[in-house]
C-alpha cells in the first residue's frame, strides 16, 4: 500500500527539497545520490506512490524534476495507472513492430512545452512516450528493440499468479524502461573536438554524460583568463580515467599523482649525492600535457600552495636550476578531490579543509556516478540493478559506506567466475559493513531486483 507524503502540496515538498540542497528545477543540474531522497518526497507528494518512486534512476527523476510543464510527472502516473487489461490484451503493434517498425517520433524537448495526448494512449504508444520524455536529446533507440523487450516482460507477466494484474503491469513496466533505458544510455557517442579550425573525431565508445562538459572546460582553461578545472566526485565515479581520456582527445601525454605528502613530490628533489629527481608535474609544466593531481584534498598543504604559485605565475623554480621555468603552451593542469575542500564529512573522514585562494582559482565540475555507463561497463544488469538500488539506500539512511562503481565491476566478474550471489556481496559490496547497517539496506531494496540479483547465473560452456 502506497505511503502518504508527509507534504499537503508539491509545493511544499519542492520548497523543502531546495531547502534542502536540491538543484533549482528548471536548470537541468543532474540529480544526484545525495539529492535522490529529496526528490523521492515531492514525487509522493506529487501523486507518485513509494513503491514507484523508489525504483526511478538518477535520469528519471532529474527529467522529472526539471519538467516544468507536468508532462514527465503525468506520464509517470499513466503508467502507475496500468489496467489488467493492458496486460491480458497489449496491442497488436507489439507483435507487429518488428517486421513493420514504426518510424520514430521527434524527441521532446524540455524548453517548449511538451504536447499533451488528446486520447488515452494504447500500451506501445504509452511506452514511445515514457521513453521520450525519460531520455531528452539521447541518441536513437532501437524501437524493435523495446517492443521485443516489452512482449517478453508482458508475456512473463502474465504467467506469474502470486501477485494481482495491476502490481504485475507496474512491475513489468519497470523492468521494460530498465532495459530501455540500457539501450538508449549505452549506445556509444561520436565526438568532435574542434580547436582552432582544427578538428578531432574521437571513435565513439560509452562516454559520461559530463565529459563532454571536462572537454570544453579543460579547452576554456587553456586561454589566458580561463580556470583549471577541479573535479569533485566519489570514490570511483572515473574522474581519473575521464582525465586520460581528455587527454588522449588533445592530443597530449598524461600525467598524474595521488595524494602529495608533500612539496618535494610535486616540484623534485635532489638527493644526497646532487642528482636532481623529477616528477609528473615538472614534466607536464616543461614539456606540455595534461596534469592531474587526484586526491588534492588528501595532499599536503605545502605541495598545494606550491601548485598554486605555479598557476598563478606561469612559472615555477625547480630545485635543479636557478632560473624560473615557464609553463609550456600545452601545461593542461586539473586537479580532482572527493569532497569541495571544506573538510571531511561522513564519508571521507581524511579529507582536509582547502584554503579559499585555492578553491578561487579553479573552476569546479560535480562529477557523479553515471548509472547508465556503469551499467553498460559491468555487463550483469541483474547485479548492476542490485548494486545501485543499495546505494541509494545507503544514501538515504546517511549510512557511511562507500558503494561505488567498483562494486559493481568488480562483482560482476566474480559471477562470471561462477562464485554465489552470497559470496560476492560480502566481498565486492558489504565489505566488513555490520550485519544491523547491512539489513536497513537490503530491506530497502526492492524485491523484484533483489530477486533478479539472487537468481543463479547461467555460464555458457563451449561444447567439447
Known sequence: MARRSKFATPQDAEKWARMKGAPLRGSNIPITSATRGLVRFWLTASGIPSEVAVTLTLDQMSAAWHDTTGAALALLQTARDATPADIINPS??????KDNPMPMQEPIIFDRPAPRPAQPLDQDARMKALLEILNPQTPALDEAAVLEIVARNMGATISAATTSATEQARLALADVLEEARAIVNGAPRVLRIEIKDRITPLAAAPRHPLFDALLTLVICGREPQGLPVMLVGPAGSGKTTACKHAAEALGLPFFTNGALTGAHELMGYKDAAGTYHSTPFRAAFEHGGVYLMDEMDRSDPSAVLSLNSALANGFAAFPDQPEPVQAHADFVPVVAANTYGRGADRLYIGANQLD????????VLSWDYDEALERALAGDDAWTAYVQAA????SDLKIRHVISPRATMGGAVM????????MVADSALWKGLDREQRERITAKIPDRIANRAQAPVIHAVAAE
Request: aromatic letters at 8%; charged letters at 25%.
Open 391 to 394: 546505494r541509494a539506500a545507503a
Open 92 to 97: 497488436p503493434i507489439i507483435t507487429e513492430q
Open 356 to 363: 579559499a585562494s585555492t578553491l578561487d582559482r579553479f573552476a
Open 415 to 422: 559471477r562470471r567466475g561462477g562464485l554465489p550471489f552470497d
